[in-house]
Every structure is written in structure tokens, then in C-alpha cells.
């Protein structure tokens, strides 16, 4: 299989992670927090260390700002949620995700005040937009750091030098840049980082995380067991405790362990480097063919591992149809959860095909890609010009 | 050897905890806090040598976290309950 849906889940993941899987499977791992038998002060011991790891990834400043939640999903409805009261205006942008778009229009249904910043037609924003939509009572700017549809990257530390000068919050999407595209969240005065697993990570579904800066506090989404202060009715006021109630997903999070470290050994500006190298090659491909649209920002402009277009004549589905049944390639059509992005750059009556390298993703197969590409180009010409 | 009792309110600061220390070649042992000391219900705590105790405390003093109290404590795990030897932080 040649694999082009990293956007979507990574895959293939470095050996080490089924490993830990496996074992944190068949060698006992216990439930931490719950007991004092060795099986379950070693999973804590694995579970902090996941999150050093992380600190040390994204320059998180305090691992114990770092909670685990199933995925990014979870944790921008965490952060997102817990903050944001009736009365208060957030800032989003126009090529969100549906896990940001929809949590604000639902808030938005219960007196949340929201304003959708337009980006231009390639998906990216205009700081100086922001700036002009900033109000009084504006808590949030929660953006997408680089578009899952298209990959345009927005300038988050841009963004968030503005926010920290007018003491608003900034919540940054990481799910297609976290462990492609290097964090730093003091440099970028990100306050609130969410983060999947199982994408750049290079880790198992089933895991993703929040960083929440010691300038927030957030209302937990949930309630429940933390394995401390048990006699208390209320939540615990520190973090991770705060907003971490349950069985956290331990397997899960050992495989996130090892991935983790596999990315701090590698280093993410290498992966980045490399990612960039195919998506370039991708995209000069894609330009000489012809009837092929492609979205997003210009082909020399840096963008994530994202790359969507259209043949002209054929349907989003067919193509990734095609693409697989005729090389075995596996990658996203339609609309990829972000119908706020698709309506920005026109292509909400049509979707796209998404093909998303990832760090092991071979030149070769941008080849193979590319050549079958033309080839349905080149038969959906024939048929337009038959009339077929 | 006397030993100490640090006694903190989530397992998730006695990781952080122990993981300091042990990158600074102190072993510190993880367990549950005995229930005599444990006023809040579930607690965790980090026994160690007296003389590392100094260690202890800057790293929890680094990473912003109080602990609920220090003991004096025995190797047998069993914490000493003489009010007068309880050695509160």
C-alpha cells in the first residue's frame, strides 16, 4: 500500500510503539493513581514520562499542564468549553475543523458571542484582521495551526503576540502540525495546545492531550475519579488531576511514549524538512497535469504534509477509488470534517482529493501517485471531449 | 537511616517528583500514603533518606508543588504517630 492519509491517522508507526503496546497489554500494566502495587507505579512512572516528553517536544514549561484526552477533538472541546462563558467573544478563522467550528456555533446557540475571520482564498490569515475583530469582551482566538483541508499554516506566533498584548487567550489546533511542524508554546504564546496522538505523533488512536498554561484555568468538562483527594465532592484544583477523571488510556499512552521519543530523537525539524521535500514534489507534479485543480497556498509557499485537488470531470470519490484499486493507494476525498474551509476556498459543492505524506512516505510513491493521477486526467479529458 | 515521608495530593506530583530525583541519582520510593496521613482520601507519597530530603524539596519547590506534610518515617513503612516526632512542613 502506498499510504498518502498521515493527515487523517499516520501510518506506518515506528516499531517501538506496537511494542509498548503490546506489552503494556500482555505484561500487566496497572491502573495508576488507584493502588500501590508495582504494576501500577510503574504505569505512572510511564505516564509521567510520556509527559516530559511532550514538555520537552512542544517547550512546555510544566509537564504537569498536560492532560491526556482521547483525542483533539476532546481536548479543543476541553479548552474550548472550560473557558468560555456567555458574554465572552472568540475569534476563530474561516478554514477551521468541524472540532472547533462546531463546538463555538453550539456555544454561539447559547449566548457566546462569535466571530469568523475570513482568510483569503488559500486559507490564510490576515493578522491584521484579527486585530480589527478584537472587542472588549474577547476571551479566545482559537485557529487551526495549518489546515487539515489544504495545509495552509497560519502565523500562530504572530497571532499570539497579539493576543498576549491584549490579555486575550490563545487556543491553537495542532492536529495536523504536532510532530510535523516544530512548537514551541512560549515562543508562540499559545496558552492552549491540543494535540492529537495518533497523527504526527506517530502514535496509537485513541490519544491526544491539552496543554493549559498556568495563566488559565479551565472548568473540567467532566467529573469523576482522579485517584486523589477522595473524600472531597469537588474535582482537584491542580493539574493533570483537574481535568483527567478516569482510566486514562494506558496502552494507548505507552505506545505515545515511544513515538514520542522516537520524535525527539529523529527531531521534528528533520521530519518537517523531509514532509516539505514530498509535499514540493507533489505539488510540481500536480501543476503540469493538466485538468488538475489544486487548492491552498501557491506551490513555493510552506505549508503542511497537505495537499488537496480535483481532476476536472470527476468526481473526489472516483479518484480515491481509482487511486487505490489501480496502485493500491490510500488517501482521503471529500469533505475532511471541515465544511467552514471547503466554503473559503470554493470547493463546497465538490470536496477534494487530500493527500497527506508522512515521514515515511517514499519519493518513489509520489511518483507512482503522480503518474496515476495524470492518467485519470488524461482518460477524463477523453471522455469530456466524447461528451461521454 | 531515618527516613522521610512526603506525602502529596495526586500520584501525578509523585512521579514528577521521583523522576527529578532520579535524574539526580536519588532514589526516592513511590507509595500510597498510609491512611493515618491521609486525611483527603486518596494520597501518594515519596519515602527517602533524611539526607536527601534537601533534594526533595528543591524539586518541588521547581516545579511549584507543596506537599501535603513530611514525616518522620520508619524502613518498615510504618510511620511513626507520635505527635511529637511528626515532623509537618
Known sequence: MIYLDNAATSWPKPPAVARAVRNALIGGMGNPGRTNHNNSMNAALMVQECREQLAQLFGIPNPLRICFAANTTDALNLAIKGVISPGDHVLSSSMEHNSVWRPLVALEERGVELTVVATDASGVIDVASIERSIKSNTKLIAMIHASNVNGAIQPMAEIGRIARQRGILLLADAAQTAGSIPIDVEAMSIDLLAFPGHKGLLGPQGTGGLYVSERVDLRPLKEGGTGSDSMSPHQPLYYPDRLESGTLNLPGIAGLNESVRYLLRKGVARIERKEAALTHRLLDGLAKIEGVTVYGPAVRVTRAAVVSFNIQGMDSVSVAAQLEARADIACRPGWHCAGLAHRTQGTELTGTVRLSPGPFTKASEIVTALGVIAELAREAKIQRASGA | ?89
Open chain 2, 1 to 89: 537511616m531515618t527516613l522521610k515521608l512526603a506525602v502529596f495530593a495526586s500520584l501525578n506530583q509523585v512521579a514528577l517528583v521521583k523522576r527529578a530525583l532520579q535524574r539526580e541519582g536519588i532514589y526516592a520510593e513511590m507509595l500510597r500514603t498510609p491512611r493515618c496521613l491521609s486525611h483527603t482520601g486518596c494520597s501518594f507519597a515519596l519515602r527517602c533518606r533524611e539526607e536527601e530530603l534537601a533534594q526533595l524539596e528543591k524539586a518541588c519547590s521547581q516545579w511549584k508543588i507543596e506537599p501535603g506534610g513530611i514525616f518522620a518515617d520508619m524502613e518498615d513503612s510504618s510511620p511513626v504517630l507520635d505527635n511529637d516526632l511528626l515532623d509537618e512542613w
